[in-house]
């Protein structure tokens, strides 16, 4: 499975981005996308994911309430809505996938997308 991540840009503090996800290969429902970021000297962190089958999501509390993430089966891509953004979220996004189905750590997605760099300014 290939991934490809787009829709990154620069934002100010406040307004929205949407980040893309697309998937060659096939995705079967236990499989789970996730998105992670990673800002300048820090780990990479886990923002969100979506059970590919169930459709169901799971959120970081750093941006429950202003993310969202869905997914389009017919198209394999995964989306992540991204609401009244903050300087902090400012980072490089990644898409990835779990073929083991839901998790936080990401040692457990084995796909990768390149990422995608968000820079939000206040």
């Known amino acids: 499975v290939q991934l490809q991540a787009s829709g990154g840009g620069l934002v100010q503090a406040g307004g929205s981005l949407r980040l893309s996800c697309a998937a060659s290969?096939?995705?079967?429902?236990?499989?789970?996308m996730g998105w992670f970021r990673q800002s300048p000297g820090k780990e990479r962190e886990f923002v969100g994911l979506?059970?590919?089958?169930?459709?169901?999501?799971i959120y970081a509390d750093s941006v429950k309430g202003r993310f969202t993430i869905s997914r389009d089966k017919a198209e394999n891509t995964v989306y992540l809505q991204m609401n009244s953004l903050k300087p902090e979220d400012t980072a490089v996004y990644y898409c990835?996938?779990?073929?083991?189905?839901?998790?936080?750590?990401?040692?457990?997605?084995?796909?990768w997308g390149q990422g995608t760099l968000v820079t939000v300014s206040s």
């Open positions: 979506i059970r590919w089958g169930a459709g169901t999501t």
């Open positions: 290969g096939r995705i079967y429902s236990s499989h789970a």
């Open positions: 990835g996938l779990s073929p083991r189905g839901a998790s936080w750590n990401d040692r457990e997605y084995t796909f």
